[in-house]
């Protein structure tokens, strides 16, 4: 019998999967998504790209044919990628670049259900636009928290068709800069600084200038207090100051920044996106994807309650919300009861303060409704703080997956990643030793995943590299603040490629012990093993020293990136190479390693 059933699965399985095919073609031509025209990365004719949707288990196969004038990659944010690592699409880690003219096809299987997207690889290029959203629906009779939100028959009926066919959101910030323009400001002021012009929703958005007095008064308190007596700019950029440039400071020549680029603010205006739902349906579920580069979001919709049941693709137990902050390369979906006036209700999109005082917007239309009725009644301000005390704010410090997902009591490696900037103001490291830089582009051609094994051949600094045995947990500590000279350290966001990860401590100062079974045993109050939260991106303390305690499972063998997802950060050497399952390395198909 229990044979039979293991088929009847099996053929179930195989039933709601399907080989699906689709092209990607990349050009490099004008365009104003923000009202100001430069040149940037369309795909399919579209910024930001069309969106890609399969079902879990999907066989894909996705040809990539670059038609721009430089080289690059594609990245699928979140997904597994197992037996197909050569297909993450990471220059000098899993693959070569795709060159002008050229094509690639990338092979995977579309795991684990949820919510994705895929985006550039090789330099700053996200920043010219070159993103899309992905989203894999859930083989039928996957467990769903959907009861935890309504145990009425009829709500769960929609609120199960809603969660199948999401509207996707993408969000992003937008420079009238490209991403060569933004280097070379880099390194002739200096500077790294969080400045952009917009904040876009489905590649729409304006460049709005509400005078310098009136951001100085929208500026956080904490903020305020943190740059006095300094103020932000008529752009909402915030000055460069000890407290967050440190001994760096006097290497900053501002002089040196194009004019527009961090004040001058000049604006301009775009339609802005408007998502249509009809209220027949019940629920709509809005799942937000974070393409910015550098910034910080809140997301808020005018009116509406959001039920957050998934984050970074994983079931979590749904939380009511208002508002909920996002940060690069992160995905929540929400579900909203469609139960108000048939009207036009606004949605916010504001830095979340620490990058920008800045804002985008969105409409949420009912169909059927009144359209622009006046102004509807906002959760957030332009700051993205509360404005009512009503707002409850996601927690996304407790955040229990759905079904309850734990690790291992005990891992079997502990490595200490050290982070800081190392050199110049816009260099940044993330390392065993703190200090090295990973190069991206002097290996894009000598990936480490073709060499055998997972030994290094091209150079690489052993202090940007992380070896690990299959089927171990391994624990990975972020730490920042542990320089004496540089207490402060701003936000990371990591992302590490193939594998989620358990969020399983914290805590402040520097981390000092042997390994986290050690830590386990000395301060157990830091550590949640019961119900972690469980995801792909993860952010640091904006704090002094602290450090992140992160586990997982080394279940997929390869070549995997391990970064910090604020571009800028990328860009300046932050990122390590992970090699996964060393004693078990994939063999890669000899027509990608002999690929010109």
């Known amino acids: ?57 999907d066989q894909v196969e996705v040809l990539v044919q670059n038609d721009m004038p430089f080289n690059t990659t594609v990245h699928w944010h979140g997904l597994l990628m197992r037996d197909s690592p050569w297909s993450d699409g990471v220059p000098g880690l899993t ?230 902050t996002m940060y690069p390369g992160q995905r929540y979906a929400a579900l909203i009861k469609l139960n108000k006036e048939r009207k036009d209700y606004t949605i916010r999109v504001p830095d979340n303060g620490l990058a920008q005082v800045q804002a985008g917007y969105a409409v949420l239309s009912y169909k059927g409704g009144s359209g622009w009725a006046g102004d509807t009644k906002p959760w957030i301000t332009w700051n993205g703080n509360y404005s009512s005390p009503e707002t409850v704010f996601l927690n996304d410090t407790i955040m229990p997956t759905f079904p309850v997902i734990a690790p291992a009591r005990y891992s079997d490696q502990t490595i200490v990643v050290r982070m800081s900037r190392s050199g110049q103001p816009y260099l940044w490291s993330m390392s065993k030793d703190g200090t090295a830089l990973y190069p991206q582009d002097d290996f894009a051609y000598t990936p480490l995943l073709f060499n055998t094994t997972g030994a290094l051949g091209n150079g690489i600094n052993e202090n940007l590299v992380i070896r690990t045995e299959n089927n171990t947990y391994v624990d990975i500590i972020l730490q920042v603040g542990w320089r004496k000279d540089e207490l402060q350290e701003i936000t990371h966001i990591l992302h590490k490629h193939a594998s989620k990860m358990w969020i399983i401590g914290s805590g402040t100062g520097v981390w000092n012990y042997t390994d986290t079974n050690q830590a386990l045993d000395l301060i157990p109050e830091n550590f949640n093993l019961e119900s972690p939260s469980y995801r792909d991106t993860f952010t640091t303390s904006f704090a002094g020293p602290s450090w992140v305690a992160l586990r997982y499972h080394v279940n997929v063998p390869g070549a995997w990136f391990f970064h910090c997802h604020v571009e800028i950060h990328l860009g300046g050497g932050m990122a390590m190479a992970i090699l996964d399952g060393v004693d078990v390395w994939p063999t890669v198909p000899p027509e990608l390693v002999f690929r010109h």
């Open 95 to 324: 693959q070569k670049p795709i060159e002008p003219g050229q094509s690639f096809i990338y092979r995977f299987t579309a795991e684990p259900a949820g919510t994705y997207w895929y985006h550039s690889h090789s330099r700053m290029t996200l920043l010219d636009g070159l993103y899309g959203p992905l989203h894999i629906r859930p083989n039928p009779g996957s467990p769903t928290p959907y009861s935890l939100i309504s145990s009425n028959h009829e709500d769960l009926e929609q609120l199960n068709r809603a969660a199948r066919e999401p509207v996707l959101v993408t969000l992003s910030d937008w420079t009238n800069w490209t991403s060569w323009d933004y280097m070379d400001i880099f390194e002739t002021s200096n500077a790294a600084t969080f400045c952009s012009d917009s904040i876009l929703v489905n590649g729409h958005g304006s460049t709005y200038c509400p005078g310098q007095e009136f951001l100085i008064n929208n500026t956080r308190d904490d903020m305020t207090y943190f740059l006095a007596p300094a103020h932000v700019t008529d752009k909402g950029c915030l000055p460069f100051v000890f407290p967050t440039e440190g001994y760096f400071l006097d290497y900053i020549n501002t002089s040196a920044l194009p004019e527009h680029y961090y004040s001058g603010c000049i604006g301009s205006s775009s339609p802005n996106a408007t998502i249509e739902v009809d209220p027949s349906d019940g629920w709509v579920s809005l799942n937000w994807i974070m393409a910015a580069l550098n910034k910080m979001m809140v997301v808020s919709v005018d009116e509406h309650d959001m039920w957050v049941y998934e984050a970074d693709g994983q079931f979590i137990a749904p939380q009511k919300v208002q508002a909920l």
């Open 1 to 57: 019998m229990l044979r039979l059933i293991i088929i009847l699965c099996s053929v179930a399985y195989v039933a709601w999967t399907a080989e699906v095919r689709t092209n990607l073609t990349l050009t490099w031509e004008p365009g104003n998504p923000n009202g100001n025209q430069r040149e940037l990365i369309k795909i399919n004719g579209e910024m930001p790209g069309p969106e890609l949707r399969f079902d879990e288990g």
